[in-house]
């Protein structure tokens, strides 16, 4: 993985975007910290995200104070662009049946709160290293 390659990641959570923008952002990780990374609050800001610039990951807070990002999940999944990016749930449920019904709504990966930091930073670099080999 050619770490001067920055990822775009999108931030989607109403209460702690900021603090999770930071925590990528000052990671120690080279990946994650070269990253260009934007922090939205709701679903509506997230659409136009989405339309205006190309993103590589989403970690993307499932309750939201205009709907459910497992709705933005689903479009994502239908949408026919060939650049879909990886979305990883972020949610307080730690239910098992509520992670597959998470990941069959089209989310890639499933993080609970709270998380540990450095396990969220990990899973993003994760699927972002695994794509990059698969390309």
Do not use: W
Not at 33 to 43: E, H, I, K
Not at 81 to 104: F, K, M, Q
């Amino acid at each position: 993985m050619d770490v001067a390659h920055r990822h775009r990641i999108l931030i989607v959570e109403d209460h702690d975007a900021d603090m999770v923008r930071m925590m990528i952002t000052r990671s120690r990780n080279p990946i994650a910290a070269a990253a260009t990374v934007v922090a939205v609050r709701d679903l509506a800001s997230a659409r136009a995200e989405l339309t205006s610039e190309p993103y590589d990951l989403i970690l993307l807070d499932l309750e939201l104070p205009d709907g459910t990002g497992l709705d933005l999940a689903q479009e994502i999944t239908r949408s026919t662009n060939p650049h879909r990016p990886i979305v990883i749930a972020v949610t307080a449920s730690a239910i098992p049946a509520e992670r597959d019904r998470i990941l069959a709504q089209g989310c890639d990966d499933f993080v609970s709160k709270p998380y540990d930091p450095h396990q969220l930073v990990n899973l993003a670099v994760k699927h972002l290293t695994n794509r990059a080999a698969t390309a």
